[in-house]
């Protein structure tokens, strides 16, 4: 059973960076599709960005050239770099797999806040 822990979240200035990681115990991140989801309260969890097994990276446009998720293998870590960070990315961030054996998973949040 795969199990993810996010760490990284905090308050920041708006024009500032954060870097969210999420550590997975319970499977390989090279052979699992990850993905970054956000919620803020009231709202439904969206995705914001996503890298599957074989590398491959989507964002959602009002994150594209300021947000980079990428994986370190040696690690077994998935990250989200965020930079040029503006209030609307105030939120909850979540990291989830999927794998065809092992099934999908959620994190349990990292909060990320940025003020004007």
């Known amino acids: 059973q795969v199990q993810l822990v996010e760490s990284g979240g905090g308050l920041v200035q708006a024009g500032g960076s954060l870097t969210l990681s999420c550590k997975v115990s319970?499977?390989?991140?090279?052979?699992?599709?990850m993905a970054w989801y956000r919620q803020v309260p009231g709202n439904q969890r969206e995705l914001v960005a996503s890298?599957?097994?074989?590398?491959?990276?989507v964002s959602i446009d009002s994150v594209k050239g300021r947000f980079t998720v990428s994986r370190d293998n040696a690690k077994n870590t998935v990250h989200l770099q965020m930079n040029s960070l503006k209030p609307e990315d105030t939120g909850t961030y979540f990291c989830?797999?999927?794998?065809?054996?092992?099934?999908?998973?959620w994190g349990q949040g990292t909060q990320v806040t940025v003020s004007s």
């Open positions: 989830y797999s999927k794998h065809w054996r092992l099934g999908s998973a």
């Open positions: 319970g499977g390989f991140v090279s052979v699992i599709d």
């Open positions: 890298i599957t097994n074989s590398g491959a990276t």
